[in-house]
């Protein structure tokens, strides 16, 4: 293999696992790997997942991938994945509980709750989504009023890409496309709705910072660096939602 091409890593973390993708500067596809982690269900609608699978999978895949490679070649990583999750993390970036994912539809009664305060229209004219309990906020809703010792320790809430950026870089970021599957999001102004926070009686400061999906996150640490056998200077790109 030509040692002066250079590299991208593409991950994108789904329900029943995740593919990375190795491409040249260039665009060509190099070798693609997968690493398949589990859902968890129970009754009521539960469907949750848990967060350390998904760093394990970008683990595992990396190095899978610049097996044959020059790793210090990688010049950019970045990610889709699945949305309007609630991935509730502490401030040292630890999940305080599982992932309550897209699938799951435990908060319909706080869904309810949202539409008669809110009203489906004007929630609409908001977010540019239905109020509906596969989204984020409702989840969060949920969690505060069922497990408000988690809720109390939840620092930010994040997406399934977005603990991933926190992994790389230590920086709590979700970008506009996930930002959107929150139901949380004033889709105008591109911020986090005060207005749907105040309905839904959840703290906005729970949220992460809002990027483009064309922005880089930052720096990875040496910590991830050396865990993906990466270089420094390799850039951590937002990417978007599924």
Known sequence: MNMDKEYLIAYDLGTSGTKASLFTTDGQLVATDTYEYPVYYGANGVAEQDAEDYWKAVVATTRKLTGGIDASHVR??????????CLPVDREGKPVRRSIIWADMRSKAEEEILKARLGAEHGYALIGHRISCSYSITKLMWMKAHE??????????????DYIHFKLTGRFVCDYSDGSGTNAMDLRNLCWSQ????AAEVDINKMPELLRSIDVVGPITAEAAQALGLPMDVAIVAGGGD
């Not at 950019?76 to 999750?85: D, E, I, N, T, V």
């Not at 207005?195 to 105040?198: A, N």
């Open 76 to 85: 950019a990583l970045s990610f889709s994945g699945q949305m309007m999750a």
């Open 148 to 161: 408000p010792e988690n809720y109390q320790c939840t620092y930010k809430v994040l997406q399934a890409k």
């Open 195 to 198: 207005e749907i926070f105040d």
